[in-house]
């Protein structure tokens, strides 16, 4: 079992620009969480999916947006970048109580 | 979920227990307490979860307080591979999908 897989493994935009990044869960996983991670704090929840369907949001503008696809992998959309976008970005997947987090894509918006 | 409160940083020398405090005075009767840490440069991983009575597995224990308004994560033999962000999370459980809320953490620091 690969794990919970996420790309790219870092990344470069420009202000204004536009994202994507991508994961791949746990084999079998349903549920995918994406968190921001700036540096030196704790990582914030940004939503999660379950279903294909947005379950559950944290306090991130629209800019963020977010899919699910039928195999359960997940994409994160990052809209009109800004410089306070630059962040880790956590891929985290789960089906029981434990929630496994990918390597993250380090995001570095200038 | 309720708040929690972390020192932000321990040393710890190898070979010897590390103890790392948390407090959640806030905690509810339908809370766990969680704990995750994060090794530079990696995901989150977890470590071990408990509602009020003590808890342990390979990689720690943790000991919950009777008023359930404390807890501390044990290492009983800290190494070097210890060093990390150790992340004390509580949150209302029902199933897979609540979202951890993520404090500042503790940066343990184990040292030959």
């Known amino acids: 079992d690969a794990g919970v897989t996420q790309s790219p493994t870092h990344l470069i935009k420009t202000r204004g620009q536009q994202v994507t990044l991508r994961c791949s869960p746990k084999s079998g996983h349903d549920t995918v969480s994406w968190y921001q991670q700036a540096l030196g704090q704790g990582p914030q929840f940004i939503f999660q999916?379950?279903?294909?369907?947005?379950?559950q949001r944290g306090n991130f503008p629209d800019r963020f947006s977010g899919h699910q696809f039928p195999n359960y992998s997940s994409e994160l959309n990052v809209n009109a970048l800004l410089l306070g976008d630059s962040a880790l970005y956590l891929c985290?997947?789960?089906?029981?109580?434990?929630?496994?987090f990918g390597p993250g894509t380090r995001l570095t918006v200038l | 979920d309720a708040k929690t409160t972390q020192p932000t940083s321990m040393d710890c020398a190898e070979g010897r227990a590390a103890n790392l405090p948390c407090n959640h005075s806030?905690?509810?009767?339908?809370?766990?307490v969680y704990w995750y840490r994060q090794i530079h440069s990696q995901g989150p991983q977890y470590i071990i979860h408990g509602l009020k009575n003590n808890e342990t597995n390979e990689m720690a224990s943790l000991i919950i307080t009777e008023d359930r308004k404390s807890s501390t994560l044990i290492l009983p033999h800290a190494t070097l591979r210890d060093t990390a962000v150790y992340y004390c999370i509580v949150r209302a459980y029902n199933n897979a999908g609540n979202m951890l809320t993520f404090g500042g953490g503790t940066r343990l620091m184990v040292k030959p």
């Open positions: 999916y379950y279903e294909e369907e947005e379950r």
């Open positions: 985290a997947s789960s089906l029981g109580y434990e929630q496994f």
């Open positions: 806030t905690i509810s009767g339908n809370e766990y």
